[in-house]
């Protein structure tokens, strides 16, 4: 089961926050985010395991609450760099990454 | 390190016909999985192989199907293209840890069926 994101899309001007959210509904070892621009792979940006760890890439950072099988993603102080869909990648026990259908990012100057 | 690599990066087919996708991991990398991606449906998990053996597998019919070779390189192939399988075609790859592996994705190959 695909994992849920909202929102669907946000825009942004720059030095903006903004938060991504992802959930489930079964139990997760992980949860993986990824940001792909247009016309390009998806880019890995950090996992997190089970434990209820935060990890930071640059200003973008997350935290995984595995009681409520959620995570969330935080752009901080948003850059036009930070443009792009965000997916978030799920793992439970059947050990497959099971993506969301992504969250659009638009940063303005 | 170079990265994940996919070839060819474009295919346009017709109906009817099949095609076979290629992939290379990156070096070191015994894992590779496979996932269709589209507007509607976002990232879908077609299948995982690893040490030259299926490891896990989506719910795609059995038109898709692939296959690892001894240097970890890995092809997908579909039989029997249908307009529906336009897509882009990624495959990711990984060092192949049972859980919170990480996947590292290739450039696609962007199939369109006409």
């Known amino acids: 089961q695909q994992p849920v994101q909202s929102p669907q899309a946000v825009i942004l001007r720059e030095g903006e926050d903004a938060v991504i959210n992802c959930s489930s509904s079964?139990?997760?070892?992980?949860v993986h985010w990824y940001r792909q621009k247009h016309g390009e792979a998806p880019v890995f940006l950090m996992i997190?395991?089970?434990?209820?760890e935060q990890k930071g890439h640059e200003k973008i950072s997350a935290s995984f609450n595995e009681k409520k099988q959620q995570s969330s993603l935080y752009l901080t102080a948003s850059q036009l760099s930070y443009s792009g869909t965000y997916f978030c990648?799920?793992?439970?026990?059947?050990?497959?990454?099971?993506f969301g259908a992504g969250t659009t990012v638009t940063v303005r100057a | 390190k170079a990265g994940v690599t996919q070839t060819p990066r474009y295919l346009i087919k017709t109906r009817g016909q099949q095609v076979t996708l290629s992939c290379s991991p990156i070096?070191?990398?015994?894992?590779v999985s496979w996932y269709q991606q589209t507007p509607g449906q976002g990232l879908q998990f077609l299948f995982e192989?690893?040490?030259?053996?299926?490891?896990n597998k989506g719910n795609f019919p059995g038109r898709f199907s692939g296959r690892q070779f001894s240097n970890s390189r890995s092809e997908m192939n579909v039989s029997t293209l249908e307009l529906g399988d336009s897509a882009l075609y990624l495959c990711?790859?990984?060092?192949?840890?049972?859980?919170?592996?990480?996947?590292?994705f290739g450039p696609g190959t962007r199939l369109t069926v006409l």
């Open positions: 990711a790859s990984s060092l192949g840890q049972p859980s919170g592996d990480t996947q590292y």
């Open positions: 079964k139990a997760l070892y992980s």
């Open positions: 997190l395991l089970k434990g209820g």
């Open positions: 990648g799920t793992e439970s026990n059947d050990y497959k990454l099971s």
């Open positions: 070096s070191g990398h015994r894992s």
């Open positions: 192989y690893f040490s030259e053996t299926q490891r």
